[in-house]
């Protein structure tokens, strides 16, 4: 049974950062890209960054960009996401998906998804 398991989410004030990780168990992830989604409450779940196999290719939403970094350790199966100068509008429940195509995963196709974590910003 795949599992993707997020944690590192919490509270903070705006301007702050947090770090999230995704760690992977079940099977291998060779050549799986990885990535993360956001949702907030009243919307729909959102595209925030993706990173290939490789690690050679990332993707951001145009609202984190310059802000948030996604990395991986493939060794470890784990993937993160670090963010940095957060505002209110960060604010929700963070998703980590695998997928081995990655524009099945920026598209929210992924075949894998964990349960999510919270993220929640004070202004």
């Known amino acids: 049974q795949v599992q993707l398991v997020e944690s590192g989410g919490g509270s903070v004030q705006a301007g702050g950062s947090l770090r999230l990780s995704c760690t992977a168990s079940?099977?291998?992830?060779?050549?799986?890209?990885m990535g993360w989604f956001r949702q907030a409450p009243g919307n729909e779940r959102e595209f925030v960054a993706g990173?290939?196999?490789?690690?050679?290719?990332?993707y951001y939403a145009d609202s984190v960009k310059d802000r948030f970094t996604i990395s991986r350790e493939n060794a470890k199966n784990t993937a993160y996401l670090q963010m940095n100068s957060l505002k209110p509008e960060d604010a929700g429940v963070y998703y980590c998906?695998?997928?081995?195509?990655?524009?099945?995963?920026?598209?929210?196709?992924?075949?894998?998804w964990g349960q999510g974590t919270q993220v929640t910003v004070s202004s």
């Open positions: 079940g099977r291998t992830f060779s050549n799986y890209a």
């Open positions: 990173i290939s196999w490789s690690r050679s290719s990332t």
């Open positions: 998906t695998a997928d081995p195509e990655m524009l099945k995963l920026r598209l929210g196709r992924s075949s894998d």
